[in-house]
């Protein structure tokens, strides 16, 4: 998914920065690097970021930004996200540990199987959490390095299943609006293929998930295996995952594989030796270059009589929304 960037009158930001500054005290980092925030580890600072303990912070921070509504780039873990040397310019938010918090509801009043994870649960975490309670359906997410929130603005998934398999409801403020925060119906979230109906400015404050009771040591043992894949077939190291997402009936690391583009490099980024359909930021690595080889990999499947291959991560603050691809590279019946 990619987040173009609308210019907004630099005086309002100003002004905002300086109203978040009085609001959040030390809890809103000027000029904050944002390299060190996402699994990349490279690109530049959000003019403003602003870190959330609890929800009544995303009530306040709302009412400020409704008012001058500049751009806003919801963090979570930055397990998805590729952000331009030349940053952000707007108010970066990333939820603390106050909203981290998971209950496994157990009460008489509650169906068997739910559980409420704030946004700011780490995926993983949740999964081996919601095992250990005798909870099965959560298993495949052990392996993704997100957060809830993340996970439900994009419909994260893997292994055969998604968000959308057990979502039931997630409480969402629009930072552009003043009191917006409510909870959102799966109807209302419009879940498909890697994405939601919901927009850059939306944050999800926390959601509930309809799993069932079940085996534990199948639960375990799945866990085991799923991490063992990943270790195996995934490399670690400075990359966030899944740079395309999947063409119908396909799988792009296969895609760019059969391309010959295993391997590829440009400067200080390379195509995964290990898996096609990832790519690795360097020490000391730009984010332009792993950006400028998106749109190398781009060239090289459709060269290659590929499909044109659709960018999973995030991209911001790029002058370009998505990485050029050679018009003369694009079969006819692929182009835009």
């Not at 055969?160 to 119906?185: N, P, Q």
Request: aromatic share 4%.
């Amino acid at each position: 998914m990619t987040v173009a960037l609308p210019a907004r009158p630099g005086r309002a930001l100003d002004a905002v920065v300086e109203r978040l500054v009085d609001q959040f005290g030390p809890r809103a980092l000027r000029n904050e690097p944002l390299g060190q925030r996402c699994t990349y580890r490279v690109g530049g600072a959000a003019r403003v970021l602003v870190v959330v303990e609890r929800a009544d912070d995303l009530d306040a921070l709302a009412s400020i930004l409704a008012e001058d509504p500049v751009d806003v780039l919801c963090i979570g873990r930055g397990s998805n996200l590729l952000v331009s040397e030349r940053g952000f310019e707007g108010v970066a938010v990333v939820l603390g540990e106050g909203l981290a918090e998971i209950t496994v509801m157990d009460s008489l009043d509650s169906p068997p199987g739910r559980v409420i994870a704030g946004g700011a649960t780490a995926l993983p975490v949740l999964a081996r959490r919601t095992v250990a309670a005798g909870l099965r359906g959560f298993e495949w997410a052990v392996g993704v390095p997100g957060s809830m929130g993340g996970a439900v603005a994009m419909n994260a998934g893997g292994h055969g299943a998604d968000m959308a398999s057990s979502l039931v409801r997630a409480e969402v403020v629009d930072l552009h609006v003043a009191g917006s925060r409510r909870w959102w119906t799966v109807e209302e979230l419009r879940f498909r293929y890697r994405g939601s109906a919901l927009r850059p400015s939306h944050l999800v404050v926390q959601a509930e998930l309809a799993l069932s009771p079940g085996d534990g040591e199948a639960a375990e043992s799945l866990l085991a295996e799923i991490v063992a894949w990943r270790r195996a077939n995934q490399p670690g190291g400075q990359n966030a995952g899944s740079v395309f997402t999947n063409p119908p009936g396909d799988s792009a690391g296969r895609i760019i594989d059969a391309a010959g583009a295993k391997g590829m490099r440009h400067g200080t980024a390379e195509v995964s030796p290990k898996h096609a359909n990832f790519i690795q930021a360097g020490a000391g690595g730009r984010a332009e270059d792993v950006y400028a080889l998106m749109g190398e990999v781009r060239v090289r499947v459709l060269a290659a009589g590929g499909p044109l291959l659709v960018p999973e991560t995030r991209m911001i603050g790029f002058a370009e929304p998505l990485p050029p691809v050679d018009a003369a590279a694009i079969p006819p019946e692929v182009a835009p």
